[in-house]
């Protein structure tokens, strides 16, 4: 929840004093981590992958959206190397960079613009074929279908000077304060033509970059 790397062992200790002495309430646990400053050091943030499901739901957080199909989502953690409730083993997903190759990272680095331009995804699954029977590995064709609603964005943003939208945006977007923003690309890319076609496009190019992969 916190980073890859070893905590400090007096950190480690605290918790777990804690954790016994609220009787192994998972809860009190949680609250006691995200609660606490160190949880929001910036040797913290901004240092973790996102899993499959992780970076799934925070795209349909910022982007409330209504799919055509619902089984997509399933398409989508088959090709991505994560289904919920099928982990590959007791011991779960190793996460990290296991979640990164050559063709998840490209899936990833997609989705948001598949979702806005509402086109066809052809993948190839990754799960294990004792969990697919006989499925795994194969392509697939499935169109990532969905009404967006962008007016909660659009709300979120309506007095921000339209100067400052793009920062705004990646301050909202980003877990990580970016050294460099690549202001001339995302300018020459976002659609210009209103206020509302400026906040959706931007929003969809700062989704689709490195930097939106990790928490």
């Known amino acids: 929840l916190v980073n890859e790397n070893q905590a400090p062992e007096e950190r480690i200790t605290w918790l777990g004093d804690r954790f016994y002495d609220a009787g192994y309430d998972i809860m009190r646990l949680l609250n006691d981590i995200v ?28 982007l409330p959206l209504e799919l055509a199909d619902p089984e997509s989502q399933l398409m989508l953690q088959k090709a991505l190397g994560q289904v919920l409730f099928y982990p590959p083993n007791v011991a779960g997903w190793p996460g990290g960079r296991n979640w990164i190759d050559s063709s998840s990272l490209m899936l990833r680095l997609r989705i948001p613009q598949l979702l806005y331009a509402n086109q066809e995804i052809d993948v190839q699954t990754k799960v294990d ?15 990532l279908s969905a ?35 690549p202001m001339a690309v995302i300018q020459k890319n976002v659609d210009s033509s209103s206020r509302e076609a400026f906040i959706q496009s931007a929003m969809i190019q700062l989704m689709a970059t490195p930097e939106y992969q990790i928490c």
């Open 35 to 62: 609660q606490s400053d160190w949880f929001y050091a910036p040797e913290n943030v901004g240092v973790k992958i996102k899993s499959p499901v992780e970076l799934w739901v925070g795209m349909r957080r910022v």
């Open 129 to 143: 074929d004792d969990q697919q029977m006989g499925e795994a590995g194969k392509t697939r064709l499935r169109r």
């Open 147 to 181: 009404v967006i609603d962008w007016q909660p964005a659009v709300d979120l943003f309506k007095k921000t000077p339209e100067n400052e939208l793009i920062t705004a945006l990646t301050d909202f977007l980003w877990q990580a304060s970016p050294k460099t923003l």
